[in-house]
């Protein structure tokens, strides 16, 4: 298994303002993603954070809304600029050993953002 | 699209009692289907993850089934416990990394 920390647990924030959330793996791994779980709904993938190069964005999220870092196997963090209540969600990092399809992928504990 | 659904949206159990849950995907091409756990107020756990080639699985009280020709999974939970109260999410993979959720199944287990 692995054990995921993410920093902040939760936030409140007020509107155009920015919020950085920190994961931190336990050991190196391959794989981590960012994810949305936005209020009764279930997990969106936002990106594949890549180690040393530009994070992978799925459709409908962009680089200018959710900068993504990796600076290490084990850390990266998930910006949310300029937010506004529709940001309101919670925030996941996962995290897979390999890059093997099988692999189980593991979830950190989310941040719960709100936007006021 | 590839798709992932859940029925039921929401079940009450009560505490000894079983119960299975149903999930129906479209994805294409099948990889692997897994099955979570997701606690209120945290990120999802996994329970089983099974490949084209396997049609039943079991973790503790939890087996999963898949028919890959029918693209039909189910979880079943034997003997409930209050503590399997938690949403259970159906995520399906294609050949790669990236993984399809289901909306999921709320379970609540009452005494």
């Known amino acids: 298994s692995a054990v995921i920390s993410q920093k902040p647990s939760r936030d409140i924030c007020q509107r155009g303002t920015s919020l950085t959330i920190q994961c931190q793996v336990d050991s190196q791994v391959t794989m981590m993603f960012w994810y949305r779980q936005q209020p009764g709904q279930s997990l969106t993938l936002i990106a594949t954070?890549?180690?040393?190069?530009?994070?992978?964005?799925e459709s409908g999220f962009v680089i200018d809304k959710f900068p993504i870092s990796r600076p290490n196997l084990t850390f990266s963090t998930l910006t949310v600029s300029n937010m506004s209540p529709e940001d309101s969600s919670i925030y996941l990092c996962s995290v897979q050993r390999s890059s093997t399809a099988t692999d189980t992928q593991y979830f950190g504990p989310g941040t719960r953002l709100t936007v006021l | 699209k590839n798709q992932v659904e859940q029925s039921p949206q929401s079940l009450i159990i009560l505490e000894g009692k079983n119960c299975t849950l149903q999930?129906?995907?479209?994805?294409?091409?099948?990889?692997?289907l897994r099955w979570y756990k997701q606690d209120t107020g945290r990120g999802p756990v996994s329970l089983t993850i099974m490949t084209f080639s396997e049609n039943t699985k079991s973790n503790g009280r939890y087996t999963a089934t898949l028919d890959a020709d029918t693209k039909q999974s189910s979880l079943h939970i034997t003997a409930s416990q209050l503590s399997d109260s938690a949403s259970y999410i159906c995520?399906?993979?294609?050949?790669?990394?990236?993984?399809?959720f289901g909306a999921g199944t709320t379970v609540t287990v009452r005494a």
């Open positions: 995520v399906v993979s294609a050949d790669d990394y990236k993984l399809s």
């Open positions: 954070a890549n180690q040393g190069s530009e994070a992978t964005y």
């Open positions: 999930c129906n995907y479209t994805v294409s091409p099948f990889s692997n």
